[in-house]
């Protein structure tokens, strides 16, 4: 009976972790734009895996929108972004 409770106490505190990314934020490191102009900003993390595009822009003030996705740990990269003239943004992102 022991065994039992050690398994799953073991198993909700891994299912835990695994889903805690869900809520957090991940600030752009790096991300620029096709033409090399810097991008800022964060993504809020709407789930494990995938986060939107929040309040993020270029130098020049130009807005960007589009998706992040966590690929690895507390790391996550640019999906589908571009500014609103439609120009591609690419770039880094890490959660905090």
Request: proline share 0%; charged share 20%; aromatic share 18%.
């Given at each position: 009976?022991?065994?039992?409770?050690?398994?799953?106490?073991?198993?909700?505190?891994?299912?835990?972790?695994?889903?805690?990314?869900?809520?957090?934020?991940?600030?752009?490191?790096?991300?620029?734009?096709?033409?090399?102009?810097?991008?800022?900003?964060?993504?809020?993390?709407?789930?494990?895996?995938?986060g939107e595009l929040d309040g993020v822009y270029t130098d020049s003030g130009k807005q960007v929108t589009g998706e992040c996705?966590?690929?690895?740990?507390?790391?996550?990269?640019?999906?589908?972004?571009?500014?609103?003239?439609?120009?591609?943004?690419?770039?880094?992102?890490?959660?905090?």
């Open positions: 009976m022991k065994k039992i409770f050690i398994f799953i106490f073991l198993g909700t505190c891994i299912s835990s972790y695994a889903s805690s990314y869900q809520g957090k934020y991940c600030e752009l490191d790096g991300a620029t734009t096709e033409n090399g102009e810097s991008v800022t900003g964060e993504c809020y993390m709407y789930s494990d895996q995938y996705y966590r690929y690895s740990g507390q790391y996550g990269e640019l999906e589908g972004a571009q500014t609103e003239d439609g120009e591609s943004v690419s770039g880094e992102c890490y959660i905090y």
